[in-house]
């Protein structure tokens, strides 16, 4: 279909970019990745920013606690890792088990290893707009429509998912490019009001068939975030066979935006490294 947006041919080629700047470091580039309790879908995640490293030439370095792990120990790791001059970024793997305090984990990671972009003061220079680490799925996202020239100043952009590393933070990126831009999650009442007078509607919950063709404007451009895995198969946010139809441009659950930031991990990776030269 030529409405498909497809992001593992612009993935293929910042991966090779990657790996070509590398080729020139002294010291080749290092990423440690906290992972905290049993999780099958992290689990998978994890693989996959573990092979795209492998393949680059970064060195990766996982951290696996268990569930009942002492929070102390874990941030005794992150300060460790900040001071580890090898290291040049770090990852709390989210979701993290109830039990910890998300906020105090990830802000003891120091803002210019913190690749993510979470910390609490990368989320206030993103705001004011200033130069700093920026979610890699909101990185994916802004470039997949850059790449397929989809202009979003004056458009109205509808957001459905509040999460950390993708609606909290697209919010603020689709703003400073001058979209208007309403924000939906599961508090959202009559959520097809608002879904179907999108220009652009990207869907971020993991949530199976969740965005169905009734609830999409004819000619919007859908963008499927959402990743949930159920019996081995993954699924995401968009009822794509039918939204598809209406689309002028939409991602489809595999090979969309998820190959995007895996290949924005590395660039962030990267990026912390030249920063320290």
């Known amino acids: 279909m030529s409405n498909i947006m497809s992001g593992k041919e612009l993935s293929l080629q ?24 049993d999780n099958p879908e ?11 490293c492998n393949r680059v030439g970064m060195y990766f370095r996982h951290y696996k606690y268990e569930d009942n792990t002492p929070e102390l120990t874990i941030i005794n790791k992150i300060k460790e890792l900040n001071n580890d001059d090898y290291v040049n970024g770090i990852v709390v793997h989210l979701p993290l088990p109830d039990r910890y305090n998300e906020k105090r ?19 206030g220079r993103a705001i004011s707009g200033r130069k700093t680490m920026m979610s890699c799925s909101v990185l994916a996202i802004m470039t997949l429509l850059e790449e397929n020239n989809v202009a979003l100043e004056g458009k109205e952009v509808v957001i459905v998912g509040k ?4 609606g909290r933070p697209l919010v603020n990126a689709m703003l400073n490019a001058g979209a208007t831009v309403t924000a939906c999650h599961s508090k959202t009442e009559n959520l097809k009001k608002h879904t179907s007078e999108a220009d652009i509607l990207i ?7 969740l965005i169905t063709a009734d609830m999409v404007k004819e000619g919007a451009v859908v963008i499927d975030v959402g990743c949930s895995i159920k019996d081995g198969k993954v699924y995401g946010d968009v009822d794509f066979n039918k939204v598809s139809k209406k689309a002028s441009l ?20 990267l990026m912390s490294y030249n920063s320290k030269k």
């Open 14 to 37: 910042i991966e090779e970019e990657v790996k070509q700047s590398i080729k020139g470091c002294i010291i080749r580039p290092s990423v440690a990745v906290i992972e905290v309790g």
């Open 42 to 52: 992290s689990d998978i995640y994890v693989k996959v920013k573990e092979d795209a």
């Open 105 to 123: 984990l990830i802000n003891t990671i120091v803002n210019n290893k913190d690749i993510d972009g979470l910390t609490d003061i990368n989320v």
């Open 163 to 166: 999460g950390k590393l993708v």
């Open 203 to 209: 869907s971020a919950t993991g949530t199976k068939g």
């Open 250 to 269: 939409i991602t489809p659950a595999i090979g969309g935006v998820g190959p995007l930031c895996v290949a924005m991990f590395l660039k962030n990776i």
